[in-house]
Structures are given as C-alpha cells and as structure tokens.
C-alpha cells in the first residue's frame, strides 16, 4: 500500500513540550484520524506536513518528498484547514480567494464558487464579520477547489453546526472514493470519526500510543468494568490504564480477546469507543 | 512566485496601501501650502524627498505587522511558496514601490507649484537621499517587526526618538557623548568633504553601494530571525 504522508522519528521540542520521535504513515486512499488530548501535538504533526514548524529531528514526507526541502511541491497538493483559521480581517472573501488562486496550478474558480453556494458563504463578506464556523467552511473551500491530494483538516467540525458537520463527512467520504487522494483529520469529537475514518492514530505527551486501521482498534481496545479484583498485580500486565469510580473499577486494555478469557467470571469487559480509549489514558492511572 | 506574493500583499493589504498614499498626499500639501511663499528652494525638496519616502517604505513593515496581529503570517506560509521568498518579495516590493512614491511626490509639487515641474526631485542627489530614506524606513524595522512584532516595532519606533533625545541631552553635560555628538556633527561637513575630493560620479556611485549594502544586510539579517519563526 502506498503511503501519501509518512513521520519517521519526527521530533520537535518547544518549553513545556517535547514531540518525542513520532512514526506513523497516512496510506493513500484513506482517512485518518489524529486523536489525543490538548497539547499532544496533533497540531504540531500537521504543521510539520506543511513546515509552519522546523523540525529537530526525523523525517516527514508527503507524496515521496521531504515536507521542509520540497515544501513548495509537496504545499501545492495538499489542501490545508487549520485550526483557527486566519486572514486579512478587511478583506471580502471574493478578494481573498483571487489573491491566492495564482499559487495554485490546478485551482478551479467555478469550483471555489459552486462550494462557497453550497456552503452558503457570501463572499462579498469581510474576514472579520464571520464566524468561527463561516471562516473554517471557507477554508474547506479553499482547501477543495485546487484539486488537493491531501486534505489536512486539523480541528476543522469544532465551530460547525451538526448539520454541515454531517456534510462534512459525507463530502470527506466522498473525496477518497477515488482511492487517490487521503485526508488526515484531526479532532476531538471522536464520534466524527468512528463514522468515516479508516485509521485512528493516537498521540499523547508527544508520542504515538497507536496507529491501526479503526476496526482493529475497536475491536482490540476494550473496557472491564468490575470490582477490586482487576487491581490484582497479576492482572495489572492486561491493563493500559485503571481508573477507580463510585461505581467499581474501570480498566482498559489494549488487548480484548485476552481480557474476556481471562476475566470472564469477575468483569465485564465491552468495546471501548475511542471516547473511552482516549479519556482513560489521560484520566486513569498506567497500569 | 515572487510576483504572485507582490500581487497578494497588495490585494490583501490594499486599505494600507490607500492609507499610506493619501497620508502621503496630506502630508505633500500641507508641506507645499507651508513653503509656497518661499519659493522653490531646495531645502523642502530635500526634505520632501527624504521624508515623502522614508514614511511609505515603512508599508511592506507594517504588512509584516499586520500578518503578527492577525497571524496572516502562517496563512502566507500555507501557500505554496517558500520563506525567503515570502521576504524576499517584501523587499524587492519595497525597491519597486519606491518610484512610485517618487511619482505621488513630483505630481503633488508639480501640481501646487504649476507649470514649474520640480526637476530638483529627479536629481542623482534627490534619488540618493530617497534610496537613504528607502534604507531607514524599511532596513532597522523589517527585522525588528520579525523579532518583536507589531507591537515591537512601535515601541521601537517611540523608543528610538526617545534615545535620541536622551543622547542629545546627555551629550551636552557629559563629555563622553558630547564626544559622539561631535562626531556625528563632523558627519556632514566629512561627507561634503570627500564628495568634493571624488567628484559626483564616484561619491555618488559609493552611497548607492554602500546604501544597497546595509539593504542587503537588513535582508540577511531579516531571513535568519525568519527562517527560525515557527508559524
């Protein structure tokens, strides 16, 4: 399977956070989510691809080429919504979008139209009279209309309503039919991406806990909710992280077969949605 | 690239552009109605030509501080373009904005002092003071702005004056700076002296040398403080 975006050892580190050699690759032909609490550095990966940040170390490549030494190559196909989208606040939209449709070979400006219709944006707008959710849906637009092989959304259905967040993800499903273009999709509403990504990478502390195919993580992550008993030592090994509530024990293990042969009379041990995966490992205690 | 980088800056910039342009306008007839009884002598047009365009070189600065205050800057760097031209297309916008000033200035005079065309401006003298002036508007502050933001840059543009005045005054009650204020004093006489000794020509071929050289040098040292800006 070819990858369209691979991470090799990446590092960076800044005060108070360190990106501690992150491996993972984006297949072609795929959506990926990136999960992970405030501060992992799913930001800082994604700026990375785009080098908005220097790298101290490793290697980040889209497309087969080096992000920070064919950074104008590998820019020019990847359509890019970044987290708190900014621009010139005086500026009309129809401005903005013809100042920068030259740097594009590929850019299509009936395209950009009929996305700013279907968006609703009134692109004789200023920047600044937009909301949250108006200025990320421009610069989905943006991002979508120059043919992009990469879509990298970081954060991009926070500000939306839930009506065009379902678009969203329609629209995003639809964009990797062609099996050649992918999208790296970073978010904290994780039930976005239950629903339409094909591999959930998880960063915390700036490190990879996992990268699989979504289905595998699913079904290989699971919660034991019990008593006292999962806090035995020799079940300890089973377990990513044990979290004590008013109501019992809650366990997480990132290996569910395992945990059902061996809990079977004193747990119940469910799939764990990437919710729980993910507020375990920050809340619970490692096992 | 370059040019398309030019074009964005003035399309998304273009309230600053207009701003600048008619601040420059007011100030070229307040300077004319001011003068008018004095015939056209030729300290206005020195210093028309001096400030007229140290002030509008500051715009390709106060485009560097717009992208701080409202962090257009990594929205620049998402386009398919590279850092130093980012910058590189900043300073040769400024090179090539600076004619153009030139212009707004001989049409506003022309225009004030009719039919009298104030040939003065286009002088190698006149041109050689706006190159300075090119230097000192955008040489000290593109850096800094990269540095210390937009807010840097004002504070540098106060703090400037106030170290000027603060000089001054120590100058006169304390020999050490009375020293340097003296040598800045003999600054003029010295250049004058050595114009007069090369000749036109070679005098005036060496200011547009050395004052490309510290334009060069405000550019280099512009791309390192940039090439270590995270966006």
């Not at chain 1, 087969?64 to 621009?87: S, T």
């Not at chain 1, 995003?172 to 790296?184: C, F, K, P, Y």
């Not at chain 2, 962090?71 to 090179?95: D, H, I, K, N, W």
Request: with cysteine; proline share 5%.
């Amino acid at each position: 399977m070819e990858n369209i975006v691979e991470f090799r050892a990446a590092r960076k580190r800044w005060r108070g956070f360190e990106l501690k050699g992150v491996s993972f690759d984006v297949p072609r032909g795929y959506i990926m989510g990136l999960i992970g609490p405030n501060g992992a550095g799913k930001t800082t990966l994604m700026k990375m691809v785009m080098n908005l940040v220097r790298r101290d170390g490793g290697e980040v490549r889209a497309f087969g080429l080096d992000c920070a030494r064919d950074e104008v190559r590998v820019k020019a196909r990847i359509g890019y919504v970044p987290d708190e989208p900014a621009c010139h606040e005086d500026m009309r939209l129809a401005t903005i979008a013809s100042a920068i449709a030259p740097f594009y070979e590929r850019w299509d400006m009936n395209r950009f139209r009929g996305l700013a219709g279907e968006f609703g944006l009134p692109l004789g707008k200023r920047w600044k009279t937009l909301s949250q959710g108006m200025k990320t849906k421009f610069s989905l637009a943006l991002a979508l209309c120059h043919d992009a092989e990469l879509i990298l959304l970081d954060e991009p259905t926070s500000g939306l309503d839930p009506v065009f967040r379902r678009e969203l993800l329609e629209r995003l499903s639809a964009i990797i039919q062609d099996e050649r273009r992918s999208v790296l999709f970073s978010t904290h509403i994780t039930a976005d991406l239950e629903r339409i990504a094909d591999y959930i990478t998880f960063v915390r502390a700036g490190e990879v806990v996992f990268s699989a195919p979504k289905d595998e993580v699913l079904e290989r992550w699971a919660i034991a909710r019990g008593g006292e008993e999962l806090l035995d030592p020799g079940l300890t090994p089973l377990f990513r992280a044990v979290r004590r509530g008013p109501h019992g024990v809650e366990a997480l293990t990132a290996d569910a077969a395992e945990a059902r042969r061996r809990l079977n009379s004193h747990a119940v041990v469910e799939r764990a949605t990437l919710d729980d995966i993910m507020v375990l490992m920050e809340k619970g205690d490692p096992s | 690239m370059i040019l398309r980088l030019m074009r964005k800056d003035l399309m998304l910039n273009w309230h600053m552009v207009t701003i600048v342009v008619a601040g420059l306008v007011l100030m070229l007839l307040f300077v004319n109605f001011a003068t008018a009884g004095e015939g056209d002598t030729s300290l206005p047009v020195f210093l028309l030509v001096f400030v007229g365009t140290c002030y509008p070189a500051l715009l390709t600065t106060l485009f560097a501080g717009i992208d701080d205050r409202h962090r257009t800057g990594s929205f620049a760097l998402a386009l398919p373009v590279r850092r130093r031209q980012v910058l590189l297309s900043r300073y040769l916008l400024a090179l090539l904005l600076h004619p153009a000033w030139l212009l707004v200035i001989a049409v506003s005079c022309w225009a004030w002092r009719w039919p009298r065309f104030p040939s003065t401006l286009f002088s190698p003298e006149s041109l050689a003071l706006s190159f300075a002036a090119l230097v000192c508007g955008v040489g000290p502050w593109y850096p800094l702005v990269l540095r210390a933001g937009f807010m840097g840059m004002l504070y540098g543009l106060v703090g400037l004056q106030v170290v000027g005045v603060t000089i001054t005054a120590l100058g006169r009650s304390w020999s050490p700076f009375e020293r340097v204020l003296d040598l800045v004093r003999r600054l003029g006489p010295g250049l004058r002296a050595l114009h007069a000794r090369l000749g036109d020509p070679w005098y005036l071929a060496g200011v547009f040398f050395v004052l490309s050289a510290l334009y060069a040098l405000s550019f280099l040292v512009a791309a390192a403080i940039y090439r270590r800006k995270e966006a």
